[in-house]
């Protein structure tokens, strides 16, 4: 999945607890840390990846292998 796609999906489900009337406000609060921890992983693998193919555009074909791209 695409860090931008990565990124919608979170920022959906991230909403969803935001309105939940099923879930206390500490659940919420829990939630919405976790939610904010990958969405700020997400970010740093898309600079990570980014600044890899600045360095060696040879690369780009390994992080397309591994998935990253």
Known sequence: MSSHKHHEHLQKIKDAVTNSKELSE??????????????????????????LIKIASGIRPILTELGFL
């Open 26 to 51: 500490d659940e919420k609060t829990d939630t919405i840390k976790r939610i904010d921890e990958w969405l700020l992983e997400d970010k740093a693998e898309g600079i990570f990846v980014d600044e």
